[in-house]
């Protein structure tokens, strides 16, 4: 077996060719400061690292509580691993990286593994392209499709893609609604 990681780094290689009007332009900083602690010959310095961005830098997990109206109280500080960790998979392919648009329930059912369960379910739509490599969320989960994904039992969503802003579908609020916990922004999925 080969582990493969789908983590991108909060200060992503690649966002510097977006500009700072870019949704995935994350304006990150990081200061430093020294203090000297102790005196005499065991005196040492210490660092201190400041930084700010934005909660959806790099991969990361979102849960009901992002959205107010669906917050149930759990966040990455409180989420119980038993749902987060070593969950059966179902892993669905649909390389439409070049087609931007809706996914529908039917393509997700078509493209599913035969007999295919588990708690978990990665939703892998654009072939050898990452997220920020398509034009900013064209393409999507259609409400039919989140429905399907409900539906089957997934309690842990992986995907490369979510949500449309030209033509919303409420995918996080009715993921969030189920009680589903998601993880945004995965790399090398096509891995």
Request: hydrophobic content about 35%.
């Amino acid at each position: 077996m080969s582990l493969v990681d789908l983590t991108l780094s909060m200060a992503n290689p690649g966002q510097e060719k977006l500009g700072p009007d870019q949704p995935y332009s994350a304006k990150q900083t990081m200061r430093t400061r020294e203090w000297r602690i102790g005196t005499g010959a065991s005196a040492y310095s210490a660092r201190v690292h400041y930084l700010d961005h934005w909660s959806m830098a790099g991969t990361y997990l979102d849960f009901p509580g992002h959205i107010a109206q669906t917050d149930d109280g759990v966040d990455a500080g409180n989420a119980p691993l038993p749902r987060l960790y070593r969950l059966d998979a179902t892993v669905i392919h649909l390389d439409r990286g070049h087609q931007p648009g809706r996914i529908t329930e039917g393509e997700l059912t078509a493209a599913c593994p035969a007999g295919a369960s588990g708690q978990a379910l990665v939703v892998h739509a654009l072939g050898t392209r990452r997220f920020d490599e398509i034009e900013y969320q064209s393409l999507y989960l259609g409400r039919d499709a989140v429905a399907w994904i409900i539906g089957r039992g997934t309690r842990l969503l992986v995907a490369d893609v979510y949500e449309s802003h030209c033509d919303p579908q409420d995918v996080f609020r009715d993921l969030f609604r189920a009680g589903l916990y998601a993880v945004c922004h995965p790399v090398n999925l096509h891995r």
